[in-house]
């Protein structure tokens, strides 16, 4: 009984795991941007989109968890 009640709140949830997905390759692909774009300002755009591929996991994690959190707020 109590895994149809909790299908039926995940059915009604605006929230999707297409929307944490799309908001996890969004920030990272974002900060793998942003990386290679200083990195190719100093002269080294590999470096800067390495350093923007391991900066951009964990604030994508971060900004799922404060969309998903918000939701759950309101």
Same mark, same amino acid.
């Given at each position: 009984?109590?895994?149809? #009640?909790?299908?039926?709140?995940?059915?009604?949830?605006?929230?999707?795991?297409?929307?944490?997905?799309?908001?996890?390759?969004?920030?990272?692909?974002?900060?793998?941007?942003?990386?290679? #774009?200083?990195?190719?300002?100093?002269?080294?755009?590999?470096?800067? #989109?390495?350093?923007?591929?391991?900066?951009?996991?964990?604030?994508?994690?971060?900004?799922?968890?404060?969309?998903?959190?918000?939701?759950?707020?309101?």
């Amino acid at each position: 009984m109590l895994p149809a #009640l909790m299908n039926a709140a995940a059915a009604s949830s605006p929230h999707s795991l297409a929307t944490a997905s799309g908001l996890l390759l969004g920030t990272v692909g974002a900060a793998m941007l942003v990386g290679a #774009l200083i990195g190719w300002a100093l002269g080294a755009w590999a470096i800067g #989109l390495l350093v923007g591929a391991v900066v951009g996991i964990p604030l994508s994690v971060l900004v799922v968890y404060l969309v998903y959190s918000r939701q759950e707020a309101t």
